[in-house]
């Protein structure tokens, strides 16, 4: 198992620290699914198949992005680059995280970094603050990223509160045939319930539409396409 070391972010203390942000292929990134924000998917369908999850630990419904088929196995890193042009901000966070004031509250916390990740050094890569202990532009993007996906909480809570009122989700099975008889599936998926959503009618439609709800559900179908290019880079890794 990877050593994990958090500490809360310092001026002093972490002003020679450097982040190469050209390293993807690292163990945080060797995930196969990426939670994401309401907010992203119209950027994201565009390049990840996204599939509504649950949090095994509240139970509660998560958007993610499908990275790859087993756990550990990011098909989106090949040969040390990430075959995407828009990372999820959860990814791009990496290696920072938040440390709230207090469980459940957003509204308040400060920024922690794993000392122990890959990316971490002192010769290569952004610094973190300038000579007067000033936050670079880089960790200001970070900063920003944080922002965005505090901000962004409520909004995805009630996006997804609002699918499951409405009966618009639906567990699903994905089956990825790998070829010579490999077939692999995925469990714990969540679809967009389409026969529900094209019976939507009256107030129950009137509140989908005003809720943003129908636009999510097209954004979330739209990026099942994506489905087929994991599956062909499985297929790839397989035989090589």
């Keep these: 198992m990877t050593k994990t070391t958090i500490e809360l972010l310092d001026s002093i203390q972490h002003k020679s620290l450097r982040i190469d942000t050209t390293l993807v292929d690292v163990p945080h990134n060797h995930i196969n699914a990426a939670n994401v924000s309401v907010t992203e998917l119209a950027t994201l369908n565009h390049e990840y198949p996204i599939f509504i999850t649950k949090n095994p630990h509240t139970g509660k419904f998560l958007f993610s992005a499908i990275l790859g088929i087993h756990s550990g196995q990011n098909l989106y890193i090949q040969e ?45 890569g952004e610094l973190l603050f300038d000579d007067e202990g000033k936050p670079t532009a880089y960790l200001q993007r970070i900063q920003n990223t944080f922002g965005q996906l505090m901000g962004s909480i409520k909004a995805t809570e009630d996006v997804l509160d609002g699918l499951y009122k409405h009966d618009l989700l639906e567990a699903v099975t994905l089956e990825f045939d790998l070829g010579n008889d490999n077939v692999e599936k995925m469990n714990g998926l969540y679809a967009i319930n389409k026969k529900v959503l094209s019976s939507l009618t009256g107030v129950a439609l009137e509140e989908c539409h005003k809720a943003g709800l129908l636009e999510v559900c097209h954004l979330v179908m739209s990026s099942g396409a994506h489905v087929q290019k994991l599956i062909q880079w499985a297929r790839e890794v397989s035989s090589s």
């Design 80 to 124: 040390g680059k990430w075959k995407a042009n828009y990372l999820p901000l959860d990814v791009l966070r990496k290696p920072f995280q938040a440390m709230l004031e207090k469980e459940d509250s957003f509204s308040g916390g400060r920024i922690a970094i794993d000392v122990s990740s890959p990316v971490i050094g002192t010769q290569k």
